[in-house]
Every structure is written in C-alpha cells, then in structure tokens.
C-alpha cells in the first residue's frame, strides 16, 4: 500500500515566521509534488520534484521554497508566512515513466493557518 | 486562466439515481483526463482516467466520457450511493512534464 504523510494536519503560525512542511512518501517514487487547495480554486501546484536534488516551479511558487535532499522527503517552506497563504496543503507522489501515466497518491493534507 | 472548469459547485442527488459530473477543458492538446475523489480531511485518491484516444472508459459503477470537439468530459456514476459523497476533481495532465492541472472541484452530496 503506497503511503504518502505529511508531518502535521493542523498547523497555525504567525505572520513573518518560517514554516516547514514535510512530507514523506515509501513507495521509492521519483516524482513528488505540493499543491495547495483553495475553495472555487481547486488544487494548485506549488513545486514539483523529479529527483533528489531537483525542483521545478509549479503555477504558483511565489513566496515558497522547497527541499528534496532524500528521495522519499520533500519538504515546503515559507520563508516568510503572509495570511494569504493560509490553505490547505497537499503533497503528492507517483512514479516517473516516459509517458508519464502514472497516479499520484496524495497525502492527507495540512491545513495551515497563517494570523 | 482555469484550463480546466467546473462550473458547478455542488451537485445533489438521491441515493440510486444516476449523478453526472461535468468538466470543461481549454487546451485541445491535453491527452489524458482523470478524475479524483476527495473526502473531508483525507487526500484526493485517483478515481479513473480517460486517454484522447477513446470517448468512454467505464468503472464498475463509474464512467467518464469525452467528447473532444466540445472539450467536455463528464463522470457518471450509476447508482449513486451515500458513500459517493465527496469533492470530485476533473484533471488533465501536461504529456511531457507529468504536471496535473486541476478543475475547481464539485461537491457531491447523495441523499438517502
């Protein structure tokens, strides 16, 4: 059974502090993925991983940073939380393939609350 | 710019009756639609998916259809029953970066 978690389900910070989002995944997958979940906007992608050591830029990485140092971990950071970014957020992983078919199995999500 | 639309919200049904999903899309090069189901504080789960190459895939009690020159597709699920209950995402994904672009979501609600 692929299983993908995430280090907290409920998280409030303060505006201005750093917040860190970990996710970890046992399926030896490549690829990992954090989305954020907003309502009448459906789910966003935030960063993207293909492998250690490698990010891509999602629709909205403004104001994120992320960090794969272990292919099973895949950590988001906000270097500055803003309220704007309070939001559910969700990691994802799947295999790479060449035609990439493969699902994503999500995690069950953060809510984070930014005061 | 939303790629992929849902237009409605919430849907609501009774239990046994046939539910139908709808799900615009932009991008005439999108090849491959999926749909996930995402219950309250757990993660969306794959659902089933549809290639560019066929207009039907069916799933036991789900089917997506695909109607490429409206760039429509819908899920039905036939009969509807109260576990169905739950936010339905249409995706489609981006062939050469894997990238899934998501729909809004519609919330799915079947009475008993």
């Known amino acids: 059974d692929v299983k993908v978690t995430q280090s907290s389900r409920y998280l409030v910070k303060r505006t201005g502090e750093k917040v860190f989002l970990e996710c970890v995944q046992d399926m030896d997958h490549e690829n990992m993925f954090w989305y954020r979940q907003d309502p009448g906007l459906g789910l966003r992608l935030i960063y993207f991983s293909y492998d250690v050591k490698m990010k891509e830029k999602g629709d909205i990485p403004e104001g994120y940073s992320v960090s794969r140092e272990k292919k099973e971990r895949f950590s988001l950071i906000l270097e500055s939380a803003s309220t704007n970014q309070t939001s559910m957020y969700l990691c994802?992983?799947?295999?790479?393939?060449?035609?990439?078919?493969?699902?994503?199995?999500f995690g069950p999500g953060t809510r984070l609350t930014v005061l | 710019d939303q790629q992929v639309k849902q237009n409605s919200p919430s849907l609501s049904v009774q239990e046994g009756r046939i539910s139908i999903l709808n799900c615009d899309y932009t991008n005439s090069m999108f090849d491959y639609f999926l749909w996930y189901k995402k219950y309250p504080a757990e993660g969306p789960t794959f659902l089933i998916s549809i290639s560019s190459i066929k207009d039907k895939n069916e799933d036991g009690r789900f089917t997506v259809f695909l109607n490429k020159s409206a760039k429509h597709l819908s899920l039905h699920i036939v009969p509807s029953q109260p576990g169905d209950s739950a936010v339905y995402f249409c995706?489609?994904?981006?062939?050469?970066?894997?990238?899934?672009?998501f729909g809004q979501g519609t919330t799915l609600q079947v009475k008993p």
């Open positions: 994802a992983s799947s295999f790479r393939d060449v035609w990439n078919y493969n699902e994503q199995f």
């Open positions: 995706a489609t994904r981006s062939s050469n970066t894997g990238k899934l672009i």
